[in-house]
């Protein structure tokens, strides 16, 4: 119980070896401090673990009926909004939609670099057809034995796995997977934050290793917030993470207001031209007509939804959080989204001149590197010797 005394009392001391794992993880992430080669296998490796134990788990009985649920869908899940703030998640999770990732290692591409160009849709098949075969195993339907949550990668699919033949071989495959794929989320997000961080610091507080020792400094700090959840009651603090931090809510919010910002204040049109202007064509008019209306209505709809829908945290389906467990949840996803409203007014009031003289110097691009920008008004691809480079503006 979160409440019970002694929950966090001593746990660090009589669980070094738990404390050990993140500690390592973080270690090992920080000596990757140059990503570069090393994703080439991290984020490689994986699927081949996963058509390996695909193969392995459709020869498994049972394994037709996990991917048969797997593919069926329940169309009564539609109406509740967890459902679609959970498949929200899934997207933007899987495409490092609204965590500045993108943006940040975009930022090392080449000017002419081509921008305009599933792998959950593939590893379900792997999950499911193993959670059907645990379910035969059980004599239990699937929908009893897959869980949602950590439980599914942490409890029930090495369940499974214990019960196949050659059991530790799989298990380690498994496990192995699970940390390269953290470790290739711990580089996108760590880089996403430490490349905006130090773009943000003028040329002249530049030193040597000035990126590896802001790396090592933001694991540090992870790994002290990743401490609260080895200790006994950090099956209690993780789920407040999860639901609250890393939610699609905080995501949908970004997001909308990144596509109001980049389609209404910014300008579709300009923007079209500056992607037409770095790979040679125009796209799609239909991706415009996304990001004015479509996805700032889709996200904003699923948000209020969400919102009039919230249902308060529940653990293992038994354990109800208290009020100020409740406000220390919320606590994460605010953080973030009150900036978006904060920022604005704050600018404001530091702008010199009339409202719409401030409005108007925040909301100007600024060009940096090379005044000649005739190649923003033509389809031609600049060359790398004359890139120019747009540098956000206030808003």
Not at 13 to 27: K, T
Not at 60 to 73: E, F, Q, R, V
Not at 287 to 303: A, N
């Amino acid at each position: 119980n979160l409440l019970s005394p002694g929950c966090f009392n001593n746990s660090l001391l009589r669980r070094v070896e738990v404390a050990s794992c993140p500690s390592q993880a973080f270690i090992l992430r920080s000596l990757c401090s140059w990503p570069g080669a090393i994703v080439y296998f991290t984020a490689t490796f994986p699927y081949v673990v996963l058509v390996v134990l695909l193969v392995r788990g459709v020869l498994l009985p049972g394994a037709l009926d996990g991917i048969i649920y797997y593919l069926k869908p329940d169309w009564s899940k539609l109406g509740s909004p967890q459902v679609w703030t959970d498949a929200g998640t899934q997207i933007f999770f899987s495409y490092a939609i609204g965590l500045g990732a993108l943006t940040a290692l975009g930022s090392y591409n080449h000017f002419n670099n081509n921008c305009y160009n599933g792998t959950s849709f593939f590893a379900g098949f792997v999950v499911f057809s193993i959670l059907g075969f645990m379910a035969a195993e059980q004599g239990m339907h699937i929908s009893k034995v897959a869980e949602s949550g950590p439980g599914l990668a942490f409890i029930a699919y090495p369940r499974a796995v214990t019960l196949m033949p050659v059991a530790p071989l799989w298990a380690a495959l498994l496990f192995f997977m699970l940390l390269l794929l953290g470790l290739d989320s711990q580089f996108v997000g760590v880089e996403g934050f430490i490349t905006g961080l130090l773009d943000l610091l003028p040329a002249s507080y530049y030193f040597r290793f000035q990126r590896e020792i802001s790396v090592a400094l933001c694991c540090a700090l992870l790994f002290v917030i990743d401490l609260s959840m080895v200790t006994d009651g950090g099956m209690y603090v993780f789920p407040l993470f999860d639901y609250y931090s890393s939610s699609g809510t905080t995501l949908l919010w970004q997001a909308f207001w990144e596509c109001v910002v980049m389609a209404w204040v910014y300008g579709a049109d300009r923007f079209t031209d500056d992607i037409a202007c770095m790979i040679g064509y125009r796209r799609c008019p239909w991706m415009k007509w996304c990001s004015s209306f479509f996805t700032p209505l889709v996200c904003m709809g699923i948000f209020i939804f969400n919102i009039v829908y919230y249902e308060l945290l529940v653990y293992n389906n038994t354990y109800v959080y208290p009020w100020w467990g409740e406000a220390i949840g919320w606590a994460f996803p605010l953080s973030s989204m009150l900036c978006v409203l904060l920022h604005l007014p704050c600018c404001l009031l530091r702008a010199k001149g009339t409202m719409a003289e401030c409005w108007q110097h925040l909301t100007q691009p600024i060009w940096a590197q090379d005044e000649d920008v005739r190649g923003l008004t033509n389809l031609t691809p600049v060359s790398e010797s004359s890139k120019v480079v747009v540098v956000e503006s206030v808003m």
